[in-house]
């Protein structure tokens, strides 16, 4: 049991950090898709005088946003699903919290081999209620946000555990 409680509790840090910068990224992309169709339309706008010996490509541009913006959900990140990266968030730091609190009595033999077992699977029951949103929120797992998460994770465990 002791191996479990301390896989599952490097899985939850893991899970933590990567809540945290799948949500700061997904929020800068967002800020920079905005910031984008605001300028291309306000150039669009404004710069009529220079668009008007060009209006093929005035066109192009203002069509190109207006895909851009209905491909949006698709695309990138609306308000709801990053809402729903910080319930996820929030679910793994209590989460985490939790386990650690398991760990800390298993090794100071606070519980029985029988209680940590009962209470680890307790934990576990309640991570299954998150799955789902899980699932419909985090559509890929960006392989340079895993290894920062990773390193994150690892440093946290050296400084804390001495491991």
């Known amino acids: 049991m002791r191996n479990r ?3 599952e509790l490097t899985q939850a840090k893991h899970n933590t950090e990567f809540a945290t910068l799948y949500s700061d990224r997904q929020r800068v992309v967002l800020r920079m898709f905005n910031i984008g169709v605001l300028a ?3 150039a669009g706008i404004m710069g009529w005088k220079v668009w008007e010996h060009l209006p093929i490509v ?3 541009i203002i069509a190109a946003i207006s895909l851009l913006r209905l491909l949006q959900p698709q ?5 709801k699903q990053l809402k729903n990266l910080d319930d996820i968030h929030r679910f793994y730091a209590d ?3 939790e386990i650690e609190k398991l760990w800390f009595d298993y090794e ?3 519980l029985s081999e029988e209680q940590a077992t009962e209470r680890f699977f307790e934990l576990k029951k309640q991570e299954t209620d998150i799955n789902p ?3 419909e929120t985090i559509r890929s797992k ?3 946000i895993v290894s920062r998460c990773k390193l994150h994770s690892d440093n946290y465990f050296k400084q804390v555990f001495n491991i």
Do not use: D, H, Q, V
Request: aromatic residues 16%; contains cysteine.
């Open 5 to 7: 409680i301390w896989t």
């Open 75 to 79: 695309i990138i990140m609306n308000e």
């Open 108 to 110: 100071s033999n606070r």
């Open 133 to 135: 949103l899980i699932a």
């Open 58 to 60: 005035a066109c192009a």
């Open 142 to 144: 960006p392989k340079g």
């Open 40 to 42: 291309f339309s306000s």
């Open 95 to 97: 989460y985490f919290n």
